[in-house]
């Protein structure tokens, strides 16, 4: 098949339909999906979010897909709560910013990276959405320089030297530091409240 996208959202549509969101490396893409909520319908596992899907579509303004198949579910993430939550923020941080970020391809290969490594890691699954951040920052022009970090946030060595760690893949010695970091980050440069952190949050304070 001639597509493969990630799904980000769905959403209803009239009584048997639904919408798809979904993102690839030329951008986002909104697909109706006929029928996918009819009882024994064999489109629904191909509109569930979280899902890399290969697919054919209509050549019209508003696309309807007309053939699909998973390439890849993401069943390890989506059995373990803790790492759902990590990735239902991954995919609220690309829907919430999607008209700020120009760069698809990279904004693509990156989720796919960190989904990837999330469904493998089960020692610190929360270091996926840490860099995740760390880069998205990048792709919206206000990266994590020192130089900046120090002038309007008076970072702290021990933030700084985190962040070099948290860049070049090597172990995190403070994760608090980091969660708080990100967390403040975000709400005051974006003005970005997403529903999913809390849920995330929740379960990093149980």
């Known amino acids: 098949m001639s597509n493969t996208s990630l799904?980000?959202?769905?959403?209803?549509f009239e009584e048997s339909s639904l919408?798809?969101?979904?993102?690839?490396?030329d951008g986002f893409t909104?697909?109706?999906v006929k029928g996918a909520k009819r009882k024994n319908s064999d489109k629904l596992a191909i509109c569930e979010p979280?899902?890399?899907?290969?697919?054919?579509k209509t050549k019209s303004k508003f696309p309807s897909l007309t053939e699909g198949v998973v390439k890849e579910s993401?069943?390890?993430?989506?059995?373990?709560?803790?790492?759902?939550?990590?990735a239902s923020v991954i995919l609220e941080y690309i829907y919430t910013l999607k008209d700020a970020i120009s760069d698809y391809k990279s904004l693509y290969?990156?989720?796919?990276?960190?989904l990837d490594e999330l469904k493998l890691n089960n020692d610190s699954p929360e270091d996926g959405l840490f860099r995740f951040e760390a880069l998205l920052s990048r792709f919206l022009g206000i990266g994590l320089k020192k130089e900046y970090l120090r002038e309007h946030y008076e970072a702290s060595m021990e933030l700084l030297d985190n962040l070099d760690s948290l860049y070049q893949g090597e172990t995190i010695k403070n994760k608090q530091i980091l969660r708080d970091f990100f967390i403040n980050?975000?709400?005051?440069?974006?003005?970005l409240n997403l529903k999913s952190k809390k849920l995330y949050l929740s379960l990093i304070e149980v």
């Open 30 to 32: 909104s697909l109706m």
């Open 109 to 114: 290969n990156l989720t796919i990276m960190t």
């Open 19 to 25: 919408i798809l969101n979904v993102l690839d490396e």
């Open 74 to 86: 993401y069943r390890e993430i989506k059995e373990d709560l803790f790492k759902y939550s990590i």
């Open 7 to 12: 799904v980000i959202r769905r959403i209803d």
């Open 50 to 56: 979280l899902t890399i899907i290969q697919y054919e």
């Open 185 to 191: 980050y975000y709400k005051n440069e974006m003005g």
